[in-house]
Protein backbone atom coordinates (compact mmCIF):
# COMPACT_ATOMS: atom_id res chain seq x y z
CA UNK A 1 0.00 0.00 0.00
CA UNK A 2 1.46 3.18 -1.21
CA UNK A 3 0.74 6.04 1.63
CA UNK A 4 0.62 9.37 -0.07
CA UNK A 5 2.07 12.64 1.39
CA UNK A 6 -1.00 14.71 1.94
CA UNK A 7 -2.51 15.97 5.31
CA UNK A 8 -5.53 16.30 4.92
CA UNK A 9 -6.62 17.20 8.60
CA UNK A 10 -4.30 20.56 7.11
CA UNK A 11 -6.70 21.46 4.39
CA UNK A 12 -8.37 24.87 4.71
CA UNK A 13 -11.62 24.43 2.46
CA UNK A 14 -11.76 27.74 0.42
CA UNK A 15 -15.66 29.18 0.61
CA UNK A 16 -17.69 29.99 -2.86
CA UNK A 17 -17.91 33.42 -3.91
CA UNK A 18 -21.42 34.09 -2.41
CA UNK A 19 -24.30 34.24 -5.38
CA UNK A 20 -25.77 37.51 -5.54
CA UNK A 21 -23.61 39.78 -3.65
CA UNK A 22 -22.14 42.69 -5.81
CA UNK A 23 -18.22 42.11 -6.43
CA UNK A 24 -15.37 44.23 -8.26
CA UNK A 25 -13.99 42.49 -10.91
CA UNK A 26 -10.86 42.90 -13.32
CA UNK A 27 -10.18 40.76 -16.47
CA UNK A 28 -7.33 38.79 -16.11
CA UNK A 29 -7.06 37.35 -19.70
CA UNK A 30 -8.85 37.88 -23.08
CA UNK A 31 -8.59 35.38 -25.67
CA UNK A 32 -10.34 35.23 -28.94
CA UNK A 33 -11.27 31.45 -30.35
CA UNK A 34 -13.17 30.49 -32.69
CA UNK A 35 -16.24 28.43 -31.90
CA UNK A 36 -15.60 24.36 -32.13
CA UNK A 37 -19.39 23.98 -33.38
CA UNK A 38 -21.15 25.97 -36.40
CA UNK A 39 -23.86 28.58 -35.03
CA UNK A 40 -27.40 26.81 -34.94
CA UNK A 41 -28.61 30.06 -37.09
CA UNK A 42 -25.58 31.23 -39.20
CA UNK A 43 -23.86 27.78 -39.70
CA UNK A 44 -20.98 29.33 -39.39
CA UNK A 45 -18.35 28.82 -36.59
CA UNK A 46 -18.30 32.08 -34.42
CA UNK A 47 -15.67 34.28 -33.15
CA UNK A 48 -15.74 34.42 -29.33
CA UNK A 49 -14.01 36.15 -26.61
CA UNK A 50 -12.81 33.86 -23.98
CA UNK A 51 -12.53 35.83 -20.71
CA UNK A 52 -10.94 35.16 -17.02
CA UNK A 53 -11.95 37.33 -14.31
CA UNK A 54 -11.05 38.02 -10.85
CA UNK A 55 -12.52 39.49 -7.85
CA UNK A 56 -10.59 42.30 -6.45
CA UNK A 57 -11.87 42.44 -2.99
CA UNK A 58 -8.64 41.23 -1.20
CA UNK A 59 -10.67 38.32 0.81
CA UNK A 60 -11.66 36.77 -2.91
CA UNK A 61 -9.27 38.09 -5.21
CA UNK A 62 -7.15 34.45 -5.27
CA UNK A 63 -10.88 33.27 -7.00
CA UNK A 64 -10.96 33.15 -10.92
CA UNK A 65 -14.42 33.08 -12.84
CA UNK A 66 -15.00 32.33 -16.81
CA UNK A 67 -16.92 34.40 -19.35
CA UNK A 68 -17.40 34.32 -22.84
CA UNK A 69 -18.47 36.91 -25.34
CA UNK A 70 -19.99 35.99 -28.77
CA UNK A 71 -18.79 37.88 -31.60
CA UNK A 72 -21.64 36.89 -34.06
CA UNK A 73 -24.74 39.16 -35.08
CA UNK A 74 -27.18 37.80 -32.54
CA UNK A 75 -25.23 38.12 -29.97
CA UNK A 76 -23.46 41.53 -30.43
CA UNK A 77 -27.17 43.17 -31.20
CA UNK A 78 -28.28 41.58 -27.90
CA UNK A 79 -29.74 43.59 -25.28
CA UNK A 80 -28.21 41.73 -22.63
CA UNK A 81 -24.33 42.77 -21.55
CA UNK A 82 -23.64 39.06 -20.59
CA UNK A 83 -23.81 38.25 -24.52
CA UNK A 84 -23.25 41.45 -26.25
CA UNK A 85 -19.79 43.39 -25.92
CA UNK A 86 -21.20 46.24 -26.83
CA UNK A 87 -24.26 46.58 -24.29
CA UNK A 88 -21.42 45.39 -21.56
CA UNK A 89 -19.27 48.37 -23.00
CA UNK A 90 -21.98 50.76 -23.00
CA UNK A 91 -23.20 49.75 -19.07
CA UNK A 92 -18.99 50.10 -17.79
CA UNK A 93 -18.60 53.19 -19.81
CA UNK A 94 -15.92 51.97 -22.57
CA UNK A 95 -15.33 54.25 -25.49
CA UNK A 96 -14.37 51.90 -28.41
CA UNK A 97 -12.61 53.56 -31.39
CA UNK A 98 -14.40 55.92 -34.21
CA UNK A 99 -14.41 53.15 -36.56
CA UNK A 100 -16.15 50.73 -34.12
CA UNK A 101 -13.27 48.52 -32.80
CA UNK A 102 -11.71 47.55 -29.71
CA UNK A 103 -8.68 45.59 -28.68
CA UNK A 104 -8.66 42.41 -26.10
CA UNK A 105 -6.13 44.31 -24.14
CA UNK A 106 -8.52 47.44 -23.58
CA UNK A 107 -10.79 44.70 -21.35
CA UNK A 108 -7.83 44.24 -19.81
CA UNK A 109 -7.74 48.23 -18.51
CA UNK A 110 -11.59 47.57 -17.39
CA UNK A 111 -12.91 47.02 -14.07
CA UNK A 112 -16.49 46.34 -12.83
CA UNK A 113 -19.44 45.36 -10.64
CA UNK A 114 -21.03 41.97 -11.10
CA UNK A 115 -22.62 39.15 -9.57
CA UNK A 116 -21.93 35.46 -10.06
CA UNK A 117 -24.12 31.87 -9.98
CA UNK A 118 -23.31 29.16 -9.91
CA UNK A 119 -24.37 26.71 -13.03
CA UNK A 120 -25.23 23.27 -12.95
CA UNK A 121 -21.89 21.71 -12.46
CA UNK A 122 -21.32 24.06 -9.58
CA UNK A 123 -18.71 26.60 -11.52
CA UNK A 124 -19.39 30.58 -10.92
CA UNK A 125 -20.69 31.92 -13.71
CA UNK A 126 -21.24 35.91 -14.42
CA UNK A 127 -24.72 36.43 -13.53
CA UNK A 128 -25.49 40.19 -14.06
CA UNK A 129 -23.04 43.31 -15.29
CA UNK A 130 -24.31 45.99 -13.37
CA UNK A 131 -22.19 48.96 -13.35
CA UNK A 132 -18.29 50.25 -14.30
CA UNK A 133 -15.60 50.17 -10.91
CA UNK A 134 -13.50 52.59 -12.83
Given at each position: ???LGVNLDE?????RLPEGQPFTFQFVSVEPKIAQNPNKKTGVREPYLNCKLSPLEPDWNDREIYHSFSLSP???????PLFS?????????????PDGSFSTEDLLTL??????????KKFARLD??????M
Open positions: MTMVVEKPGALSSDDIKKFFLIVGFKWNRFVGTVKYDESIIKSA
